[in-house]
């Protein structure tokens, strides 16, 4: 088969690895919006308090539809019943596996972690690989080569993206892995990120997902139905929908290989029941330039910020059209991405790296 | 061998309680932290992660949390307490003397 000449390779074991460290585009300082130490501190105080509250809403309104879809099993009502239990289940699973993961969400490190474990499983992420990805997510945040979580690559795949809103590629994906794991291995890439002092706490909860993936069958096969399987372990397919159209607003059509968040980062205005849902993660250029600034108070964190950043999308659906318009874009020319102008207030963007006291970097040219 | 001596940081009172502070000193940078009971300390001022400084994170009662990937280290003894930091940070002995942070350094 011929390989297109222009196409790079997205893996983060192939030669464009090599090519971002070359180009010092890996573990390199980011551009961040000057806000005053003290302010900053104020907003990265933690508490539980919110985190408890939402974690009841979340899980009460699980068992809540969870009743009426139970009800309603073997009648038509079940489908839209299933579809909410699912989205319940899938979309608050990813925010909180975020949140938790970054140990920002709860004060106390127990509940961050408790819930991680959790929704990791929720959202079928193995708990520790998925740390070490996001770590490196946050390190080399949409460099071509280094960064394991970029959703598609240019000119965008459109079968994964359509695949992943039953979570049919990654869930596959996962679960070999998971497989794996189970037997005391872990695939290539995984090797890139992942330290070898990790690899047991790895092994051993895969070992604790298949226990509950077995069980959940054998559940199935006990009571002849799948309904058990439609509450656990099923949803993290049936209801990723909501995952993916939050997910792929985050850093698509946006620039690679830049160290400027604003650059390659959407922040987008949703409605409070998104909100709720996403955790405040709509508010993405300021969670991956402040990390340590906890959900509840990203609102407040946009507010001090935002004189730096280009406007924000005014509502998913207005960022859903960009990201689509520019992936159609893409497939004819990859290298196209949306230029989003700063406000007069702002610092000029930053493309590549800053050598020492150069003005260079600093530019509005573009990055190659 | 480098031999230990006591170097000058900064004002104990340009610390507040619960943070942090970045010291330079030749070509080396340590963090010197007020922890909550008004206790000070001080370590490498990089993150055993990633060469991120460490005097941009947030104290915790004694613990600081790296502002890159919110790793986390126990202050008094530099012990990995959160991934992803796995490796202890190294500590100095500090003394305060007539209102003067100074860390012992070798
Ligand atoms: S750089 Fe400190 S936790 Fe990663």
Redo the contacts between chains.
Sequence with gaps: MASNPHKRDYSITGPENQRAQERGLA?AEWYTSPIPRQRL?EL?K?KDGPAIRDTFIWFGSLALVGLIAYQTWGTWWAVPAFLVYGILYATPGDSRWHECG???AFKT?WMNEVIYQIASFMVLRSA?PW??SH?RH??DTIIVGRDPEIITERPPVWKILLMQIFHLYGGPVELKRVILHVFGRLDKQEREYI?A??YGKTFWEARVYAFVILGVIAACIYTGSILPAMFIFLPSFYGGAVVILFGITQHLGLHEDVLDHRLNTRTVYMNPIFRFLYWNMNYHTEHHM???VPYHALPQLHQEMKHDCPAASPSLWAALKEVVAALIKQKDNPAYVIERPLPDTARPYVYGIRQDGDEAAVTNGTAS | MSIAQWVEACAAEEIEVEDVIRFDYGDRTFAIYRTENSKYYASDGYCTHEPVHLADGLVMGDVIECPKHNGRFDIPTGAAKRRPVCIALKTYPVKIEEGKVLIQID
Excluded: C, I, N
Aim: glycine residues 4%; positive net charge; charged residues 20%.
């Design positions: 573990t501190k990265m933690r970054h140990g920002t490190p520790t740390r070490w770590a946050h390190t330290p002092s990790e402040f990390p340590m």
